[in-house]
C-alpha cells in the first residue's frame, strides 16, 4: 500500500512537473517626492499566456470608509484599468483574501500558489495608479521553468519587482 | 526654464469629499472650458462653458454650483440634510458659485443660469462685443479652520474659526484659521483682441498678465508672463504648473513647471497644441483670526493652436 501511494505521488510528478508551484514575489512601492502624496492603488494578478485572466494576487486601494463621496476608495478601482477590465470588473476577487489597505512605500512579499490548471508559462501583471501621480503597468512572462528569478527595473509608480518561480518538488 | 516632470492623472480626494488631510488636498485642479477661445464674425455668438474640480484635467469629476439637473426635469429638488455646520457651510458655498462674464467694455455680467449636471456644470453666453472677454466661475471665498484635537491629531474642518469654535470638542488646541481665494478663468476673443474684460492692469489678489494675448498661442512658441499680487509683480519664485488636457490618456502627465524670476516673469515654450490648464498658488499672512493664512489659487484655461 505505501509503495502504491509513492508510486502514485511519482506518477503524478513526473506527469504534471507544473504542479504545486509557488512564486514568491517581492515588490518596491517606490517613494515618491511628491505634495500631496497619496499611496498608489495597487494591482497584481495572473493571466495565462493568451491573456485569459487567472486570478488577483493583490489588489490595495483605500478600504478605509470616509465620508462624503468618496466612501471607501472603491470608485477608483477602475482606474487600475488594465487589472480592471481583465479581473475587477467581472468578479468580486476585490472583496476576498487578496484585498487590503493601500501600503506606504517599502518592499512586500507575496507569495501565491500556482493553481494546477496553469501549466508552464504564464503572465504575471503589475499595475499602479496613484492620486494626483501617475500610472505604471509591467507585464512579465515567467513559469516556462520550474524554478527561476525574473527582475524587472522600477519605473515611475512601480519600484523593483523580483519573481521566484519555487517548486515543492 | 522649462522643466518636465513625471507626474500623472488621479484624484481620489476631491474637494467636496472634506476629507480631513492637508491643506494640499484643496489644491486638486478646478477648470473652466470654453467651446471657443476665438470666434469671428458679426453676429453675436454663444460660448457654452463646462467647470468641475477634477484631477484628470479636463475630465469633469465633481460639479460645483448651479441648479440641479432633477430640478429642471421633475421640479423637486433632492432633499438635502443640512443639519451639520459642515453641511451648511457647504451648501452655501455652493450656492454663491456664478458664471462671471467680464466683457471687453469693462462691464460684467453674473446673471447667466447654471445647471449642474452632478459631474460638471455648465452655463454659457452670447458675445455682442469685439474683443477679449474674461470667463470666470466666482464663488466666496472658503474658509478652512484646522484644530489638533485631545488625541493629538490635526483635522481640517470648513468654515471660518468663529463659526467652528462654537461646537468643537473640549480638549481643541492649535485652533488656526485659512481663508482661500480661487480665480478659475479662461479668455475668448471676438474679432480683434483687446485688453481682457477692458482692463489692461493687473487686479487685486493674485493676478498673470501676458505679454502679447492668450488668445493667440501657437505651438513652438514661447510664452511670457508677469505674476502680480495686488498690483505689485511677486517678489519670490512662484511656481506656475501647465498641464495640456487629456491627462487620462496618457501615463505621464507631462507637466511643465516654471518658476518665476525677482521681478515676477516666467517664460515657457508650448510644445504643442490643446488646452492648457496653468495653476499658480500663493500664500500671504492674513490679518484676521479667521484668516491667519490667506492662500490664492489661480487656475486659467488656456488654448493652444497648432503651429
Known sequence: ?169 | MTVFRNHFPFKWLAFASLSLLSTMAMAHGRWIIPSDTIVSGDTPTPVAVDFSISNDVFHPDYSYGGIPLTLLSTGQSEKRDLSSPRAKYISELMASTRFAVYAPDGSVDRSAAIVNLGRKSVSATALSQDGSYRFAVEQNPIYFTFYTDAEGELHREFGPVSDVQTWLPEGTTGIRGMKLVNRVESIVTRNAVSDIGGAASPRSGLDVLFEGHPNELFAGESAQVTVYFDGEPVEEGVTLKLTRGGTRWRNDREIIEVATNKSGQASWTWPQAGFYLLELELEKDGPSPDATKERYANYLSLEVNPE
Open chain 1, 1 to 169: 500500500m505505501r509503495v502504491w501511494c509513492i508510486f502514485l505521488a511519482a506518477m503524478c510528478c513526473s506527469l504534471n512537473a507544473f504542479s504545486d508551484r509557488i512564486v514568491q514575489i517581492e515588490i518596491e512601492i517606490p517613494d515618491i517626492e511628491a505634495s500631496p502624496y497619496f499611496r498608489p492603488y495597487v494591482a497584481i494578478w495572473a493571466e495565462s499566456l493568451e491573456r485569459e485572466p487567472v486570478e488577483s494576487i493583490a489588489v490595495w486601494y483605500q478600504t478605509e470608509l470616509k465620508p462624503g463621496p468618496e466612501g471607501d476608495g472603491k470608485k477608483w478601482l477602475k482606474d487600475m484599468r488594465q487589472w480592471w477590465r481583465k479581473l475587477g470588473r467581472e468578479s468580486p476577487d476585490y472583496v476576498d483574501g487578496v484585498t487590503g489597505a493601500t501600503r506606504k512605500p517599502g518592499v512586500y512579499q507575496l507569495s501565491w500558489q500556482v493553481p494546477d490548471s496553469l501549466e508552464g508559462a504564464f503572465l504575471l501583471n503589475f499595475e499602479a495608479a496613484r492620486e494626483e501621480g501617475g500610472r505604471s503597468y509591467q507585464r512579465v512572462e515567467v513559469g516556462a521553468t520550474a524554478q527561476g528569478e525574473v527582475k524587472v527595473p522600477a519605473e515611475n509608480e512601480l519600484g523593483f519587482i523580483t519573481i521566484q518561480m519555487e517548486s515543492a518538488e
